[in-house]
């Protein structure tokens, strides 16, 4: 059973505007999120991340928000570029574990 | 910098034969992964290594077997290739932050079984 999930397989989004992405999450152990971003034909690369302590983390264009009472987080990119485009994971672990949860993905298109 | 190297990047089996995925990191890491992407699936964890000497199953091991050959290398093992491991593979390791670990992944190995 998907313990991450990303019920967006896509998205588009013109060039300026703002891109949300979503991930929701069943286990209330995860205290820590990621997202990591995929270009086809490469690993993904981490992008931002954000802890249970905290509801905001910002970093540049890129701003995580965490809902606990809702199990659910989202990344927002504003302004969106069309090097944004690529697949967006996020990803879930409890603890100090070595063990991460990947949601499905959403593909992101950035439209100039 | 070279970072995670997987080898090979594409891989063509036919069921039963058996292959090696290998990896190299040359962070440092003690960490490090095998995950599998499928399609609606993302990525899902088939082994880790927390440091050299130690191996722990993740939540898809089944027919799979690793080796953390040293610190650098972690090698995924296929003994008897079936068309259900068809798949993109990936590679990572780790670093600790602080607070949590934070992976650096390989550019993957595409693997079809026929």
């Known amino acids: 059973d998907q313990q991450v999930k990303q019920n967006s397989p896509s998205l588009s989004v013109q060039e300026g505007r703002i891109s949300i992405l979503n991930c929701d999450y069943t286990?209330?152990?995860?205290?820590?999120f990621l997202w990591y971003k995929k270009y086809p034909a490469e690993g993904p690369t981490f992008l931002i991340s954000?802890?249970?302590?905290?509801d905001k983390n910002e970093d540049g264009r890129f701003t995580v928000f965490l809902n606990k009472s809702a199990k659910h987080l989202s990344l927002h990119i504003v302004p969106s570029q069309p090097g944004d485009s690529a697949v967006y994971f996020c990803?879930?672990?409890?603890?100090?574990?070595?063990?991460?949860?990947f949601g499905t993905g959403t593909s992101l298109t950035v439209i100039p | 910098n070279a970072g995670v190297t997987q080898t090979p990047k594409f891989q063509v089996l036919k069921t039963g034969q058996s292959m090696t995925l290998q990896c190299a990191q040359d962070?440092?890491?003690?960490?490090m992964y095998w995950y599998r992407q499928d399609p609606g699936m993302g990525l899902r964890l088939i082994y880790y290594?927390?440091?050299?000497?130690?191996?722990d199953k993740g939540e898809v091991p089944n027919g799979y077997n690793v080796s953390r050959l040293n610190k650098r290398e972690f090698s995924l093992r296929l003994e008897s290739a079936a068309p259900s491991q068809t798949s993109v593979y990936f590679c990572?390791?780790?670093?600790?932050?602080?607070?949590?670990?934070?992976?650096?992944f390989g550019s993957g190995t595409q693997l079809s079984v026929l």
């Open positions: 990572a390791s780790s670093k600790w932050t602080g607070v949590t670990e934070k992976l650096f």
């Open positions: 286990n209330s152990m995860f205290d820590y």
């Open positions: 954000i802890s249970s302590i905290k």
């Open positions: 990803a879930a672990s409890a603890g100090s574990g070595n063990q991460f949860y």
């Open positions: 962070m440092n890491h003690n960490s």
């Open positions: 290594s927390a440091s050299e000497g130690t191996t």
